[in-house]
């Protein structure tokens, strides 16, 4: 089936430094992918809609300039949150379109000291 | 605004009990409804749902569409320990080109040996 990863898994870094994760679909190629926060006990929202060789969209809210992505190639997107604080300490999921379904990486979790 | 709405928010049974979970809807141009398993790490698909009145089973659970009602529920049959999570409904939609999902708030479910 499709898989999607994610790296790394968990990360810990100073509040001011930037934060890269990276998200990949193994086994086949996906123009968009998407990219979710999850705070506890909550659901998941989505940040932003990530397409292959073109601008992401961003949702209501969600800072561009504070979380760049960028979705270089079918298989690979990138979000690096910048300038890290405390309060973007959450869980962050992306997902590729691929046949039929989203599929969903595995996550990351972000702690900002 | 599109919105997916679930209820309850929370539920504790135990094993052996059955259980419904909803999940009502109001979006523009629905494309499909899934529900999704979600344990410590990204969700897991359980079904995705296009049309109405057609349930689909897997093992103890079940789920069905009203398109008219703009409902769904999910049904766990003889529950089990390991049924313990949060279960997600999302609902793809938008235009074309640009659905994207839209989670509800989730069902927190324990079951209890």
């Known amino acids: 089936g499709a898989v999607v990863s994610q790296h790394p898994s968990w990360v810990i870094c100073k509040s001011g430094t930037s934060v890269k994760i990276e998200c990949r679909s193994l086994?086949?190629?996906?123009?968009?992918m998407f990219w979710y926060r999850q705070f506890p006990k909550q659901s998941l929202m989505l940040m932003a809609t990530?397409?292959?060789?073109?601008?992401?969209?961003?949702e209501q809210g969600v800072e561009k300039d504070k979380f760049l992505i960028n979705h270089a190639s079918l298989t690979l997107s990138t979000l690096t949150v910048t300038s890290a604080h405390p309060e973007d300490s959450s869980f962050y999921i992306c997902?590729?379109?691929?046949?039929?379904?989203?599929?969903f990486g595995p996550g990351t979790r972000l702690t900002v000291l | 605004e599109d919105k997916v709405v679930q209820s309850p928010l929370s539920l504790v049974v135990h094993e052996g009990d059955t259980v419904t979970l909803n999940c009502s809807y109001e979006?523009?141009?629905?494309?499909?409804l899934l529900w999704y398993k979600q344990e410590k790490k990204a969700p897991t698909f359980l079904f995705m749902l296009t049309s109405s009145g057609i349930e689909k089973k897997s093992g103890r659970l079940s789920s069905i569409l009203d398109k008219k009602e703009l409902f769904s529920i999910l049904n766990i049959t003889a529950t089990q320990t390991g049924d313990s999570a949060i279960y997600l409904c999302a609902v793809e939609a938008g235009g074309s080109g640009t659905y994207k999902y839209i989670f509800g708030t989730g069902t927190r479910l324990k079951v209890l040996a």
């Open positions: 997902s590729a379109r691929g046949p039929g379904l989203q599929y």
């Open positions: 990530s397409n292959e060789g073109s601008k992401a969209t961003y």
């Open positions: 086994d086949f190629q996906a123009t968009t």
């Open positions: 979006v523009t141009n629905f494309r499909s």
